[in-house]
């Protein structure tokens, strides 16, 4: 499938421009945090939640995609403002992400702290900028797709996961919590990409929720593959090295389940989120190959 | 003035109710963050941006007080979880803020960095949640009020005053740096706080501008008085110790312009502010008396 890569790679770069223009230039008294903003934003992400948001959108036949765009951009800077904090010395300790130094490596602690900080309000700013500046028949879908996208992230969402993760950095996790973990850190994130998406579109509550069950399965299969990769990739395709993860001892889902229900969880949840999402689109014939394909390549049937 | 002293303290218990009843039960595996979070928003803040948003919601005869609610909380919150950063040992490192140990010191870095993250998402998502929540009439002021709560704090207010300052810290800083850091780390908060009152109210925006010029005034007299405290008072009344914001070289209102200056700028700032205030509901025969109390209060000549 060379035509899906290329897709990919096209629309990945889309991303990386609409990123660059709504980053802050680089001037003024504050210029520091905009270059650190920069930094971390344009430093080789996959753009997934972002793509997967607009790609959601457009299975739901979502007219006017400049309502998904400052959705698109808040929801990497999010993601990427929990990267930078998750790097500082305090949390993991990273030196590197992405083959490239973190933040905190380059512009200091404080500054990468504020980065972070930084990020999660221009992400919030950006969204709640064009909310407010809808269409009045917009107003509705814009609001609540801002309700998503600061609960999703929040402390019921991917900050309540990465304080249980960071609280048993070192310790065995018991199967419930390893769930919950996955569930919140990274499920949360990809949930809220696909039902804004969704809602957007325009789409019922009912649909939306049937999304967000599609988006946990995806989050849950993406997280156990990036596990299983940790454990047999290599360097060189992760950027960082193999077994980082695995300082002290690390529970996995490779860990807990053994590498053979790993394989098998990946398939089980990344089946059910393509049952989910071609049965909300079926009897009107909706259809997204570029969505579904993009689904496979997240969760490693497709590289 | 005895009854502007207790009725300032029943209001600030009423704001202390309200972010009670805001607050996450303390419960779940992520139960540490949700501790963290009530121990610095509970640690004895004088609530004044809540104060402040409703009274100027009242002062503009603002009728439904549910409106503003959410949104005293998110800026408290805000508020709450910039000082939390501001004290980390990355940054300005203190041990103590208001006679209490700072976060980190009882929960750790880790979980200091999280627990800041945490308030500002948290307080998002208590505002996006009670707009995408109101009726319809209500939604286009949400909106608006919400694109204020996101814009001050943001890196064009706060957070970019907050990255000059800790730049700057140990070294002189001219004349308009020290205007800028007093406008986007104290005064873009206190601005928000009134605007989002005159929005929730009803306002226009010709009249919310005015609002904005008058918090600027009352942000610049409130930090100045600040600089003033900080050179004259004692431990006992601000719960720092006197001169904890001068080490190495610090460069304040009273170290740049003497005493004298500063004093006279404290007043003239809170005149303008005031006379700005009163214009504005002049022909409505507007009042509250309360309002400009706590801000005459605030600059230190009511105490």
């Not at 309502?67 to 790097?87: C, G, K, N, R």
């Not at 933040?103 to 602690?109: I, L, N, T």
Request: charged residues 25%; aromatic residues 8%.
């Amino acid at each position: 499938m060379v035509m899906f890569k290329e897709e990919l790679a096209e629309k990945a770069a889309a991303v990386d421009a609409l990123l660059e223009r709504y980053l802050p230039e680089e001037k003024g008294y504050a210029k520091t945090i905009f270059s650190a903003m920069r930094y971390s934003v344009m430093a080789g992400g996959k753009r997934i939640r972002p793509l997967l948001m607009m790609e959601t959108f457009r299975y739901f036949q979502g007219e006017n995609e400049k309502l998904v765009e400052p959705f698109m951009t808040a929801i990497e800077m999010i993601h990427t403002y929990s990267l930078i904090h998750d790097d500082l010395p305090a949390v993991d300790n990273d030196d590197y992400r992405r083959g490239r130094l973190t933040s905190h490596k380059v512009y200091g602690e404080a500054m990468a702290i504020l980065a972070g900080d930084a990020l999660q309000s221009y992400a919030y700013e950006v969204a709640a900028a064009a909310a407010a500046d809808a269409a009045p028949e917009d107003m509705p879908r814009m609001a609540q797709a801002m309700k998503v996208l600061t609960h999703k992230p929040g402390i019921y969402g991917m900050v309540g996961g990465q304080v249980v993760d960071v609280e048993l950095t070192g310790k065995p996790i018991p199967e419930d919590v390893l769930h919950f973990i996955f569930e919140l850190k990274t499920a949360d994130m990809i949930e809220a990409a696909m039902m804004i998406g969704a809602i957007l579109a325009g789409e019922s509550q009912e649909t939306v929720a049937q999304i967000e069950k599609a988006g946990l399965d995806i989050g849950m299969a993406f997280q156990i593959q990036d596990d299983i990769l940790d454990e047999t990739g290599d360097e060189a395709v992760l950027g960082k090295p193999v077994h980082s993860d695995e300082k002290n001892v690390k529970t996995t889902w490779v860990t807990a389940y053994g590498m053979e229900k790993a394989v098998q969880d990946v398939r089980e949840y990344s089946d059910e989120a393509v049952r989910i999402l071609r049965e909300t689109g079926e009897s009107r014939h909706l259809s997204n190959d570029f969505l579904f394909a993009l689904i496979e390549h997240m969760v490693g049937r497709k590289r």
